[in-house]
């Protein structure tokens, strides 16, 4: 049954990305050398750490670059790496096999990962979260304001980490928030697909591809968001935020010291990350529309993401059906 899970987990990682990858395109703060991309075109996955980046090749190795005063862009060997998060000064991945590997700064523990399966990672400032195969979470790292004191439930579908606090949203689309106090204070709703936070300003993504924001905006209106519903991913840095259109195209807001919104144009994008005062986007081929649904898109959502990989670990869990496809229904 866990080789089942894990290869599943494979299988929709390599449907989830280009077969081939894309390149990196960096701008803002190059303070040091996070905006010297890596010249290669077989990227898959970017995430963007407070001053350095972390990325993932097509044939599962890792790459980063950027700040490395504490060895968070000495990447660990191997080519069986599958998803990958950057923390404040410390690097998270996530193998095939379901196992984690960390490296960087380690002042709260947030690289002594624990064992087992998971299915999917995120990283805050010094503290990490994943998900289980049957859905429940875990953390650890820096917990003095209760950040790794995960919620009760099986049922997440996406997950976010910040400074000293957590953000979960559930299959049901709910969002909920612990750790510090500011955290708890979340938007109502049950349409969220996504969320990117930072210091105390949060950014979500809703179902019906518009954005929602809230929290301190700082006098840089980085929590006022701009119309549309044509938005299919989040990121946010210090003071600043950013969204990446259905279209390929990126627009960013806030703080504009270090260039932030300056964002590439001629370019389409697939991903986007964003550090402290630094952005990164993937280059690729944007998803067409979902007509009929994707194969592996359980839940019919016309994405192939987390909630995807937590429906089917957990009814190949509790299912004996034959045959097993009798499963997914």
């Not at 049957?134 to 790292?141: I, R, S, V």
């Not at 790794?148 to 606090?165: M, R, S, T």
């Not at 991913?233 to 703080?255: E, F, M, Y």
């Not at 839940?299 to 089917?312: P, Q, R, S, T």
């Amino acid at each position: 049954m866990r080789n089942m899970i894990i290869a599943t987990i494979v299988l929709l990682s390599v449907l989830a990305t280009s077969s081939l990858g894309g390149e990196i395109v960096a701008w803002g703060d190059n303070a040091y050398g996070q905006g010297n991309v890596p010249d290669a075109n077989d990227f898959v996955k970017i995430a963007a750490g407070s001053y350095h980046n972390l990325a993932l090749k097509s044939d599962g190795t890792l790459e980063a670059w950027g700040l490395n005063n504490y060895g968070q862009t000495n990447v660990p060997d191997g080519n069986d790496f599958v998803a990958i998060a950057a923390g404040a000064y410390h690097s998270l991945a996530l193998k095939s096999d379901g196992s984690l590997a960390a490296w960087g700064r380690n002042s709260q523990g947030q690289c002594d990962v624990p064992a087992g399966t998971f299915i999917a990672i995120a990283a805050g400032e010094n503290h990490n979260i994943a998900v289980k195969p049957d859905g429940f979470l875990e953390a650890w790292g820096q917990n003095d304001d209760g950040q790794c004191n995960v919620p009760d439930g099986n049922d997440f579908a996406a997950i976010a980490g910040a400074d000293n606090y957590s953000f979960a949203i559930r299959n049901d689309g709910s969002l909920i928030g612990w750790g510090n106090y500011v955290a708890k204070i979340v938007m109502p709703g049950n349409d969220f697909l996504d969320i990117a936070c930072q210091g105390e300003h949060y950014l979500v993504l809703r179902s019906d591809g518009s954005l929602s924001a809230w929290g301190q905006t700082n006098g840089y209106g980085d929590s006022f968001v701009p119309s549309g519903n044509n938005y299919i991913a989040v990121a946010v840095g210090d003071k600043i935020s950013a969204a990446l259109r259905s279209d390929g195209s990126i627009i960013a807001w806030g703080q504009n010291q270090f260039g932030i919104w300056d964002e590439p144009e001629g370019k389409r994008y697939v991903a986007i990350s964003v550090g402290l005062h630094h952005a990164i986007a993937l280059t690729g081929q944007v998803p067409p529309i979902c007509n009929p649904a994707l194969e592996g898109d359980v839940d019919g959502d016309c994405m192939i993401d987390l909630a995807d990989f937590v429906k089917m670990s957990r009814n190949w869990l509790e299912c004996n059906l034959d045959p097993p496809e009798a499963c997914w229904q």
